[in-house]
């Protein structure tokens, strides 16, 4: 493993006169699509069920609930358009972060950024998001999660590390 991974950077990064920019990026940028990888397969599989869904929604009424007032009843069924919407927005929550994977990546590797407020005030949330995410993802017993948000937050970290070596032009 640790003589593919160089072999393979250098094979989407190139070898040119700033070969070693551009390696260092890709290895942020590939490390980052990993990690949301692993998230992905985490929330297939290590998912709570539909049961538990339930179970903590009935727990967050009940802490939010003033003792003695009553909760109003829901309707039960719901309406084909409303199904249709719902089925729709899960479908795109799992296919958006793979299509931005697959449109940013090649893009950012070919692009350098140089260290700028812009470029750490979009960096920083996916690292504070992916600490906080891998933190919550141990404490649940997701090793999946957890590692995937690892990956994430130090993908962004590296290419936060990565801009800050460009040189200015």
């Known amino acids: 493993m640790q003589a593919v991974a160089p072999v393979a950077t ?3 990064a190139g070898a040119g006169h700033w070969a070693a920019g551009r390696r260092q990026r890709a290895l942020a940028e590939w490390a980052g699509a990993a990690g949301f ?7 297939g599989t290590e998912a ?7 179970e903590n929604i009935r727990q967050q009424i009940d802490l939010m609930r003033k003792p003695g007032t009553q909760t109003p009843a829901t309707a039960g069924t719901e309406t084909p358009t409303a199904r249709r919407i719902s089925r729709f ?3 795109y929550e799992l296919v958006s972060p793979v299509a ?33 995410r891998a933190a919550r993802a141990v404490q649940r017993r997701r090793p999946r999660m957890a590692a995937g948000s ?4 130090a993908g962004s970290v590296a290419r936060l590390r990565a801009a800050s070596a460009e040189p200015l032009r």
């Open 48 to 54: 709570p069920t539909p049961a538990e869904v339930q």
């Open 100 to 132: 931005w994977m697959v449109i940013s990546v090649p893009w950012r590797v070919r692009h350098p950024r140089r260290l700028t407020v812009l470029a750490i005030a979009m960096e920083a949330p996916n690292v504070v998001y992916g600490v906080l």
């Open 10 to 12: 250098q094979a989407a």
């Open 89 to 91: 927005f899960r479908r």
């Open 37 to 43: 990888g692993l998230v992905a397969w985490g929330l």
């Open 150 to 153: 690892a990956l994430v937050a």
